[in-house]
C-alpha cells in the first residue's frame, strides 16, 4: 500500500521552522528517521520512506501555503493515489501546545493551506494530522503569532513531540486512521 504525506508550510528561508512551518517539520523528522534525503521535484521537495512494506512518500510543497493544494493534487495523480490514501500535517492555533489531533476528514478550520486542497481535491475526505501551536497571542495578532519562530521553551516541548506525529503517521499507514487516532489523539 502507498500513501501520500504532505507536510504543509511556506517554501522560503524566513519561514523555516516558524509555527506554521510544523507540517514541514514533521516530515523532516520522519525522513531523518529512516535516512532519507528530500530531492526537489515538481511543485515540491520529496523523499520517499518504506517501512514494513508500505511506502510513504513524503512531499513538502514548494507553492507556499495558500497553494498547497496545487502540489497534492499533482502527486497525487502522479503516484496514482485516492484521496483516501492521503494525510496533510497542518499546524492547528485551536489545540494546546504539541497536541497531536487526526481525523479522517473535515473542514477546512479556516486553515489556507487545507482550503486549497479541499479546493484542488473536491472533497474533504483525506486524512489530516492537525499538529496543535497554542494560542498564546495577543487579540489580532494572530498572524504574527503563526508566522513567528518558536520560542526556546516553546520548542523544549516541541522538539520531542515531532517524533510522536512521525509514529502517528507511521500507525496511519500500518493500522488505519482508527488505530492512529486511537493512540495518538489527544496524546
Do not use: C
Request: glycine share 12%; hydrophobic share 40%; proline share 4%.
Amino acid at each position: 500500500m502507498k500513501f501520500l504525506i504532505a507536510g504543509l508550510g511556506n517554501f522560503a528561508p524566513d519561514y523555516n521552522h516558524t509555527r506554521h512551518n510544523i507540517g514541514f517539520d514533521i516530515v523532516d523528522r520522519l525522513a531523518a528517521r529512516f535516512g532519507v534525503a528530500f530531492t526537489s521535484r515538481r511543485f515540491a521537495d520529496m523523499a520517499k520512506v518504506s517501512h514494513k512494506g508500505k511506502s510513504f512518500t513524503l512531499i513538502k510543497p514548494t507553492t507556499f501555503m495558500n497553494l498547497s493544494g496545487k502540489a497534492v493534487r499533482y502527486w497525487l495523480g502522479k503516484l496514482e493515489l485516492h484521496p483516501s490514501q492521503l494525510l496533510v500535517v497542518v499546524d492547528e492555533v485551536n489545540l494546546p501546545l504539541g497536541t497531536v489531533r487526526l481525523r479522517p476528514e473535515g473542514s477546512d478550520g479556516g486553515h489556507n493551506g487545507l482550503m486549497s486542497i479541499i479546493e484542488m481535491l473536491g472533497t474533504r475526505a483525506f486524512t489530516r494530522l492537525r499538529f496543535g501551536i497554542g494560542d498564546d497571542y495577543p487579540r489580532g495578532r494572530q498572524s504574527d503569532y503563526v508566522l513567528g519562530k518558536w520560542s526556546e521553551e516553546e520548542w523544549k516541548l516541541v522538539e520531542p513531540r515531532l517524533d510522536v506525529a512521525a509514529d502517528a503517521i507511521l500507525t496511519f499507514g500500518l493500522g488505519g486512521i482508527t488505530q492512529a487516532m486511537n493512540e495518538f489523539n489527544g496524546k
